[in-house]
């Protein structure tokens, strides 16, 4: 599934599913790189909307706060590139693999908190 295929279904699709992490990730196991990048930047939109609607907001900073730094994850992969190429994601053309797996894990700590929701 590439990128152009990432629709406001298939996100609402993920979202409705994030209690049962299982069909969560079937469903996201198909996906490329590129297209759980896209999701990723989604399901953080909705993660920040659906908490301001509700008793406890979290920001951006609250969120990323569970999550592994750039660096420690760059040190965890043995990455030697500079810090920046991780953290803007632009090494998911020389490295894909290692893209899909960061934000991945990102996805993970975001379905965690939709799911609490």
């Known amino acids: 599934m590439s990128v152009t295929d990432v629709s406001t279904s298939m996100i609402e699709r993920l979202i409705a599913n994030c209690r049962d992490r299982e069909t969560f990730w079937q469903f996201m196991g198909s ?10 930047d989604h399901l953080w939109a909705a993660l920040i909307e659906q908490s301001r ?12 706060s569970h999550m592994q730094t750039s660096t420690d994850y760059q040190r ?42």
């Open 31 to 40: 996906l490329s790189p590129r297209a759980r990048v896209v999701i990723h």
């Open 53 to 64: 609607s509700g008793n406890h907001p979290l920001s951006r900073e609250d969120i990323a």
């Open 76 to 117: 965890r992969m043995g990455c030697t590139e500079p810090v920046y190429v991780c953290r803007r994601k632009t090494c998911i053309n020389s490295n894909p693999g290692c893209t899909s797996q960061k934000i991945s894990e990102h996805i993970e700590i975001i379905r965690q908190h939709l799911s609490a929701n």
